[in-house]
């Protein structure tokens, strides 16, 4: 008898094919029989589901250990061309090039903790740790963390907000990972001698986050889907820019553990600006210990 966990990927694939054609009333008038059919369909689905996370999550955390220690390395290598521990005899531009392997390495890091994220948010176990924070430090921090890196693409980076202080319930980790992909993001896209504007407006009991460039932009017909996990809309028509696809559909749901919501207002050709709308709350000292 074949093992209970063992699926071909003949019996995944029909299993999925089946199952985004039920609807509610193919259920009806079905026979018992049919209808353990359907609850087969649905038990091999989610037990191949639940495989492909366990997957994404093991190599994910095997990835994140060796990188980590490579990037330490290139901390500690700097560090003595700094003191002059290491002289750079032959001209090769050490730190130049040590500073691409950083980049590199820190983009990689970046793809990898998205990875964790979306397996942990798909299990059930990643959730908002609210603290009362002020936001606009928070954004204004992250902001300014890439703006070597953006003046490093020939990008011009804005930073602006109608409110110097705003103090609000929000997960200052789950924030700047939200800025930070948004932030990559428009980067991605946008040319050298573009630029990107980060924007805060304070409407009382709504925060809004704008993040703006003057990239390629969006195609109108590829905005629907552009949260969707796995989905690049501007793979199609940018072959240069590459992506996991999991970054903004990482940031939705980020944007979701805090109540809020985000859109996407573009134009091919001339660039896009995405929309986050917070609900500015305060939570006591015991609600702060409970989350």
């Known amino acids: 008898m074949r093992d209970k966990r063992s699926l071909n990927n003949t ?16 259920c009806k008038g079905k026979t018992d029989e049919e209808l353990l059919q359907i609850k087969g369909l649905l038990d091999k689905a989610k037990e191949y589901d639940k495989v492909k996370t366990e997957f994404f999550a093991n190599v994910s955390h095997e990835l994140r250990a060796p990188l980590n220690v490579m990037l330490s390395s290139l901390q500690l290598i700097q560090l003595y061309i700094d003191n002059g521990s290491i002289v750079d005899k032959g001209g090769v531009g050490l730190s130049k090039r040590i500073e691409v392997l ?18 942990k948010i798909d299990t059930g176990f990643y959730e908002a ?3 009362n924070c002020n936001i606009v430090s928070l954004v204004e921090e992250t902001t300014l963390s890439v703006a070597e890196y953006m003046e490093s693409k020939g990008i011009n980076l804005i930073f602006d907000t109608d409110v110097e202080e705003k103090t609000m319930a ?3 980790e789950k924030i700047d990972r939200i800025m930070l992909n948004l932030l990559s993001n428009a980067a991605k896209f946008t040319p050298s001698g573009g630029r ?15 993040v703006k460039d003057t990239g390629i932009g969006i195609p109108k017909e590829k905005q629907k889907f552009i949260f969707e996990r796995f989905r690049q809309a501007n793979r199609d028509f940018n072959k240069n820019c590459e992506g996991s696809g999991i970054g903004l559909s990482l940031v939705k749901s980020l944007v979701e553990m805090h109540k809020g919501s985000i859109k996407v207002i573009s134009e091919y050709g001339k660039g896009s600006e995405f929309i986050i709308s917070l609900p500015v709350r305060i939570i006591n000292e015991e609600d702060t210990k409970k989350n």
């Open 11 to 26: 019996e995944i694939n029909e299993a999925y094919k089946n199952l985004l054609n039920i609807k509610d009333e193919d």
């Open 102 to 119: 950083k980049q590199n390495s820190l983009k990689l890091l970046k793809l990898i903790s998205n990875l964790i994220d979306i397996t």
């Open 129 to 131: 740790d609210l603290k």
């Open 170 to 172: 929000c997960d200052p």
């Open 196 to 210: 990107v504007d980060v924007r805060l407006f304070d409407h009382g009991n709504e925060l809004i986050i704008s």
